[in-house]
């Protein structure tokens, strides 16, 4: 039985405010400034009387320990209720807005504060928004965490060798992959993307990645690519999911005959790159993105695969990028890394994530970052 | 990102110009369905200044397209820049919405 502050139907609760609890008169605002990318990530900085200092230098009130960011970077202080910040002749540049600061500028209420790869949004909130922003923030996070313990561990000894490198553009992305036995001797292999960004398209992405890793499509052989496709797109209608579709690139390897049979819908090319890096090849096929066409026939492809070649699959986010000079960069201009050596320390799939950092502007990168990398010995 | 519509005849035009990422997609999107999607207008769209699409765009275009079919109106599309076009080829777009080399050809398709 419901009080008179609740109704109910099946679905919905709907609590009303007791009228008779005092509200605040006035809120107090505070500054704060909030890292929503790179060190501290979800760290709510408060902007008081003292000047707040960022750099590597231990002794400031921000520490970033990264190569981009100079000893004493950046000041920001709070005078007169607006809040400025002046760069300290650092050598990459503070940037407020995606612009270059020169002297001291006003860093108004939801602008991007940018050092390196490192961001921070200023933000002028009642204490009630910022307990609010918190509880947002814990939520996102462990959402975050659970896509990310749905990823497999990187294989490290085998036939099959895997290495991976994720950086969601949102607290939460729409990109995930996996890769599993199916049987003895065959190795399952997949990445996928779902429109847009944040929590909408992690949730679709979390719904198809527990129907891969629990092989939950009825009547489905999961050693046939063309077949994964063709009923993941019947059962990811965009019309049944909020008018989501996703991307896809699917493989299968047999170990015996070390054959690699794959299928792609509306993803670029997965490329295997041959031993000496000599080669680079693409594996794609011609399919719809799915959830849009319905009842399409996909096609598969096959390769064979060489000892010691590698395979790549990533998302669109890796080479969709802006330059320093603002230019659009593409598939094109992203392939020569692949012919690139290894780097000591970093495995490949984190090794053209520093190339790509290199080449993009400041700030995070427009899209998800996804990449794949499997071994073949 | 910047919309213009003008209308003419049965016909809808629309202009976009800059990016059509997520934040494009949101400055543009209820200005350009809600000038064609609620009378069924047969529409053409001219890509000529957008230089990037993401998938926002792609979803945007494809909503739209589905909306007019229910109105048996269609969507058409024209003049995309290379960048663009090679993402239209990778998703196949052209299965769902015509895409076409200029203005003139966009609009006969729209007539028949």
Redesign the interface.
């Known amino acids: 039985m419901s009080s008179p502050e609740e109704s109910f139907d099946d679905r919905t609760r709907i609590f009303r405010r007791d009228d008779t609890v005092p509200v605040a008169v006035q809120e107090q605002f505070g500054h704060y400034l909030v890292v929503i990318r790179g060190t501290g990530l979800g760290l709510r900085l408060v902007l008081g009387t003292d000047p707040l200092t960022i750099g590597r230098d231990t002794q400031s009130s921000l520490v970033l320990a990264s190569p981009d960011v100079s000893r004493r970077h950046c000041q920001v202080e709070l005078v007169s209720g607006e809040v400025y910040v002046s760069d300290l002749n650092s050598t990459n540049g503070t940037y407020v807005d995606g612009k270059r600061i020169e002297g001291r500028t006003l860093l108004p209420d939801g602008s991007i504060l940018e050092l390196g790869q490192h961001v921070l949004k200023h933000e002028r909130r009642s204490l009630r928004e910022v307990q609010e922003a918190q509880e947002l923030d814990r939520d996102l996070e462990a959402a975050r965490n659970y896509g990310l313990s749905l990823l497999p561990p990187p294989i490290l000894a085998g036939p099959v060798q895997t290495e991976w490198f994720i950086v969601p553009s949102a607290k939460v992305g729409g990109d995930a992959f996996g890769y599993a036995e199916l049987d003895s001797g065959s190795f399952m292999i997949f990445l996928i993307?779902?429109?847009?960004?944040g929590i909408g398209a992690a949730l679709l992405s979390v719904s198809i990645l527990n129907v891969l890793r629990q092989r939950a499509l009825p009547g489905t052989d999961f050693k046939s690519p063309s077949e994964v496709l063709a009923n993941l797109n019947a059962m990811f209608r965009?019309?049944d999911h909020n008018?989501?579709?996703f991307?896809m690139w699917y493989g299968v390897y047999d170990s015996a005959k070390r054959k690699l049979v794959y299928a792609s819908a509306?993803?670029?090319p997965a490329y295997l790159v041959s031993a000496d890096r000599t080669s680079v090849m693409p594996l794609k096929t011609?399919?719809?993105?799915v959830g849009?066409?319905e009842n399409h026939r996909f096609q598969q492809a096959a390769t064979e695969i060489a000892k010691g070649a590698s395979l790549h699959v990533f998302s669109?986010g890796v080479y969709?990028i802006e330059d320093k000079e603002g230019r659009?960069l593409?598939?094109s201009e992203f392939l020569p890394l692949l012919r690139q050596g290894p780097v000591e320390g970093r495995n490949e799939a984190q090794r053209i994530y520093q190339n790509v950092r290199e080449k993009a502007r400041p700030g995070p990168l427009?899209?998800d970052f996804s990449y794949l990398v499997i071994k073949f010995q | 990102m910047d919309i213009q519509v003008t209308l003419y005849e049965e016909i809808a035009r629309v202009k976009l110009r800059g990016r059509l990422?997520?934040p494009g997609v949101d400055q543009i999107a209820s200005k350009f369905t809600a000038s064609v999607v609620p009378d069924g207008r047969n529409t053409v769209v001219d890509l000529s200044e957008v230089?990037?699409i993401?998938?926002?765009g792609?979803?945007l275009f494809?909503?739209i397209a589905?909306s007019l079919k229910r109105q048996n109106a269609r969507l058409i599309l024209f003049a995309p820049q290379t960048?663009v076009s090679?993402v239209f080829n990778?998703?196949?777009l052209h299965?769902?919405v015509p895409i076409v080399a200029d203005e003139a050809e966009a609009v006969r398709f729209a007539a028949v």
């Open positions: 993307d779902v429109s847009g960004h965009m019309e008018d989501m579709f991307t509306g993803h670029h011609a399919g719809p993105l849009v066409q669109d969709e659009q593409g598939l427009d899209d | 990422d997520s230089n990037f993401a998938s926002m792609l979803r494809i909503s589905k960048q090679e990778t998703v196949l299965d769902l």
